[in-house]
């Protein structure tokens, strides 16, 4: 067929091949992404999964509501996914911090799948593989696995939740039209579930439901009180969550610090960036207008929302306005979000172009442009200094051996001090060792402590217990659960207390703080 054929023939030649074909390919192209980026690694490549681990850990211990890192604090981070990996891994008896690591490649094929039944049930099946594989290629090879909702390797807990984020919009656009009774329980107990995983994601949620009752049906009374029951269920579902935090903390954040950070694709330096990757999804808005009138509303509202984040994000970044310290999330779980949405229409865009205009040509740099972005998600700098560092200095991330020891060896209620790397954004070794083991810290870095706690206080406990003082560490025992024991976690090179070594490592000195060090004639 020459390179003029008509559209006709080249579409009868395409007729030849099904959307799912394109979309195995795509869910194998993860695949072998997830078992080369991941396959080997015994370490995680990002802090937040250290953070993660130390939850599910928790759990495993018994710590059902508690904080696993700050003795006596509720727990701060949704529950969901942390609880199923606990009793899943208790269920098989596999080795947590090995077994989680790798788990995200497997995990995470649920995103594209999920997202290919997303776009199906709102333009068809082309525009459904269109948009996946847009969400997959475009989205690995120019944004790494925590800027974009697309396929990642890494066992991220909000990449977990992307698939239910997919199937509850998809639950949405296809039962809202008709307004029964009987699936407004669902809905509801479905966006309850997402927060339960997740917080932004729930939001969006919430905000797309309201906002696509209204578009659809206007303000109509069956229409508000099928919402108010919606919301009713998908309230009364967060509660678990929600009410110890409320009836603890009245949700006031006393520290601020890990809503405020800032992803570096969000920073000004990466404004430019940031534009561009967001420009062919703008320059598909237009398609809006065509949708069905729930699919559109859906639509609008997410991409509304996570807009309306962003700019309060760098609105506030600029000192513009006021309520910056109110509901404080990081801002980049909105960018994420704004990828699937502007996928998901440029998916559309693609489908229909194709099949007015299904030249060789056309459908020549479609290929192409796939190919380039097959090869670029194996490339990506960020994700691939992640896995190079994880492989090739685990030590960096945390202390195998230490980990191993302390989760045999002592208390789930142990209390340990541990120096903090000179990054805010980081954990370091020792406390990356003592936080995927679920144990307690007297302050963790305060981009990773409790978020309704003033961290503070706890940073000038930890000061002066490794100062090494009478004092300090008699203070360090005595905050310490009686009986579990208080212990120092300290590199080899850091100047060392006049205590009993319990562990020696290639890298750290671990030190059990005994009673005695608050005995008044000890100096």
């Given at each position: 067929m020459?390179?003029?054929?008509?559209?006709?023939?080249?579409?009868?030649?395409?007729?030849?091949?099904?959307?799912?074909m394109g979309l195995v390919l795509l869910l194998l192209l993860c695949a072998a992404k997830g078992m080369w980026f991941a396959g080997d690694l015994t370490v995680p490549p990002d802090e937040d999964i250290l953070r993660d681990l130390g939850f599910i850990q928790g759990l495993r211990d018994g710590k059902l509501w508690d904080d696993p890192v700050?003795?006596?604090?509720?727990?701060?981070?949704?529950?969901?996914?942390?609880a199923l990996a606990a009793a899943a891994f208790r269920l098989t008896g596999a080795d947590l911090l090995p077994a989680w690591v790798r788990a995200g490649a497997w995990l995470n094929l649920a995103t594209p799948l999920c997202f290919y039944l997303l776009v199906r049930r709102i333009g068809g099946a082309w525009a459904a593989?269109?948009?996946?594989?847009?969400?997959?290629?475009?989205?690995?090879?120019?944004?790494?696995?925590?800027?974009?909702?697309?396929?990642?390797?890494?066992?991220y807990t909000p990449a977990l939740v992307?698939?239910?984020?997919?199937?509850?919009?998809?639950?949405?656009?296809?039962?809202?039209?008709?307004?029964?009774?009987?699936?407004?329980p669902f809905l509801g107990a479905?966006?309850?579930?997402?927060?339960?995983?997740?917080?932004?994601?729930?939001?969006?949620?919430?905000?797309?439901?309201?906002?696509?009752?209204?578009?659809?049906?206007?303000?109509?009374?069956?229409?508000?009180?099928?919402?108010?029951?919606?919301?009713?269920?998908?309230?009364?579902?967060?509660?678990?969550?929600?009410l110890p935090l409320l009836l603890a903390y009245r949700l006031a954040i006393a520290n601020p610090i890990p809503g405020a950070w800032v992803h570096g694709l969000l920073t000004p330096e990466s404004a430019s960036r940031t534009l561009l990757l967001n420009l062919p999804g703008l320059l598909a808005l237009p398609v809006l207008r065509s949708l069905p009138r729930p699919a559109a509303a859906a639509i609008a509202a997410w991409i509304s929302l996570c807009l309306l984040g962003l700019a309060r994000h760098y609105a506030c970044q600029a000192g513009i306005g006021a309520?910056?310290?109110?509901?404080?999330?990081?801002?980049?779980?909105?960018?994420?979000?704004?990828?699937?949405?502007?996928?998901?229409?440029?998916g559309i865009v693609l489908a229909r172009w194709l099949a007015r205009d299904a030249t060789r040509v056309a459908v020549g740099l479609v290929a192409a442009a796939a190919v380039v972005g097959a090869i670029g998600t194996f490339q990506h700098a960020v994700d691939l200094d992640r896995r190079r560092l994880a492989q090739d200095a685990p030590d960096l991330v945390l202390d195998r051996t230490a980990h191993a020891w302390i989760l045999r060896h002592t208390s789930p209620e142990a209390l340990f001090a541990t120096p903090l790397p000179d990054a805010p954004d980081q954990l370091g070794p020792t406390v990356g060792t003592v936080f995927a083991a679920g144990r307690r810290l007297v302050a963790p870095p305060a981009v990773h402590?409790?978020?309704?706690?003033?961290?503070?206080?706890?940073?000038?406990?930890?000061?002066?217990?490794?100062?090494?003082?009478?004092?300090?560490?008699?203070?360090?025992?005595?905050?310490?659960?009686?009986g579990a024991?208080?212990?120092?976690?300290?590199?080899?090179?850091?100047?060392?207390?006049?205590?009993?070594?319990?562990?020696?490592?290639?890298?750290?000195?671990l030190f059990r703080v005994p009673q005695t060090v608050c005995d008044p004639g000890l100096r």
């Open positions: 020459p390179a003029t054929a008509s559209p006709r023939a080249a579409a009868g030649a395409m007729g030849r091949v099904r959307p799912w700050q003795a006596g604090a509720w727990r701060w981070y949704p529950p969901l996914v942390h593989f269109g948009a996946t594989a847009v969400l997959v290629l475009y989205g690995g090879a120019t944004m790494a696995g925590d800027e974009a909702a697309g396929y990642t390797p890494w066992t992307w698939p239910a984020f997919f199937l509850t919009a998809w639950l949405l656009i296809d039962r809202v039209g008709a307004l029964r009774w009987r699936d407004a479905a966006i309850a579930l997402v927060f339960l995983a997740h917080t932004v994601p729930a939001l969006l949620l919430a905000g797309m439901t309201a906002a696509t009752v209204v578009g659809t049906h206007g303000l109509r009374p069956r229409a508000l009180a099928w919402l108010a029951l919606t919301g009713g269920v998908a309230l009364a579902g967060s509660l678990p969550f929600l309520g910056c310290r109110v509901l404080v999330i990081a801002p980049h779980h909105y960018h994420v979000y704004l990828q699937a949405a502007w996928a998901c229409l440029i402590s409790n978020p309704y706690l003033p961290w503070s206080p706890r940073e000038t406990q930890r000061q002066a217990a490794l100062a090494g003082t009478k004092e300090g560490l008699c203070a360090l025992h005595r905050a310490a659960t009686p024991g208080a212990w120092l976690l300290l590199p080899r090179d850091h100047p060392m207390p006049a205590l009993d070594v319990a562990l020696e490592t290639a890298h750290h000195r």
